[in-house]
């Protein structure tokens, strides 16, 4: 039957709250059982540090010294080689050969100093850092 509202209907204190259902806000939770797994998982690893690298230091004072140095780069040991106190000739031929010796093994030969030179093996980076930090300590200028 239809119903008929009027005017008097507006001003009635009917208390509606009781004709409703309560509603509940739903969250709606999506589980990455991937994500949980590795939450529960995950630690915390300090980071290891590069091992440090030791240097072999070679002050010829003649060309048989070359053996020494060929030695230790092939054991992929970085070298420095000190020709402060070598003669011009014997500079010359101990450059030539170290660097006959690093483009053989795939190295490389930097001018530290002056006269002093570092050949490193294909394995080892000097980065620009490093060589800042051992310039600063003096570490080139004991020779």
């Known amino acids: 039957e239809p119903y008929e509202h009027t005017y008097e209907d507006l001003t009635d204190e009917r208390d509606y709250d009781d004709d409703f259902d309560e509603v509940r806000t739903v969250r709606k939770i999506t589980r990455y059982p991937d994500l949980d797994r590795a939450r529960k998982t995950a630690s915390i690893h300090s980071?290891?540090?590069?091992?440090?690298?030791?240097?072999?230091?070679?002050?010829?004072?003649?060309?048989?010294?070359?053996?020494?140095?060929?030695?230790?780069?092939?054991?992929?040991?970085?070298?420095?080689?000190?020709?402060?106190?070598?003669?011009?000739?014997?500079?010359?031929?101990?450059?030539?050969?170290?660097?006959?010796?690093?483009?053989?093994?795939?190295?490389?030969?930097?001018?530290?100093?002056?006269?002093?030179?570092?050949?490193?093996?294909?394995?080892?980076?000097v980065s620009a850092e490093e060589r800042r930090r051992l310039l600063e300590k003096g570490f080139f200028n004991q020779f």
């Open 47 to 125: 980071v290891p540090q590069p091992p440090q690298v030791r240097v072999h230091i070679v002050e010829p004072r003649n060309f048989n010294d070359c053996q020494q140095i060929a030695d230790k780069y092939k054991e992929n040991i970085p070298v420095i080689i000190n020709l402060q106190l070598s003669d011009a000739d014997l500079s010359k031929r101990l450059i030539d050969f170290a660097s006959g010796l690093t483009y053989a093994l795939d190295g490389g030969m930097q001018k530290v100093a002056d006269r002093v030179f570092l050949l490193t093996p294909n394995n080892v980076d």
